[in-house]
């Protein structure tokens, strides 16, 4: 069944929202220079929210199962990826490949 309209509307404002109070933030202060420590700090931001998102999605079913074939294959493409281009949305796209890949494979 299809999600309704009230759904994709839900959804819309609830992602306007966020936008707009996250962006509170941001716009006032556009001029402002950070310092050096916190653009330091900040660099560190992206891969500390994938690995926090990744990490628990691939260990979940242990201590009773191993982690599933798809979540692990994509992990391990992830991080070599990672390591060798320093490119999130490559990181991403080359997991997501990897978990399709072998859910396709494994049928």
């Avoid at 199962?65 to 991080?79: E, K, R, S, T």
Wanted: charged fraction near 15%.
């Amino acid at each position: 069944m299809a999600p309704s309209n009230e759904y994709w509307l839900a959804m819309l404002l609830g992602a306007l929202v966020t936008f707009l109070w996250r962006s509170l933030f941001i716009l006032p202060r556009r001029d402002a220079r950070l310092s050096p420590r916190v653009r330091l700090a900040l660099r560190y931001v992206a891969p500390s929210v994938l690995a926090a998102l990744a990490i628990p999605a691939i260990l979940a079913p242990f201590p009773r199962a191993a982690p599933a074939p798809d979540a692990l294959a994509a992990a391990v493409v992830a991080g070599l990826v990672v390591w060798r281009t320093r490119s999130i949305l490559f990181t991403i796209a080359a997991g997501l490949l990897a978990a399709a890949a072998v859910r396709v494979l494994l049928g």
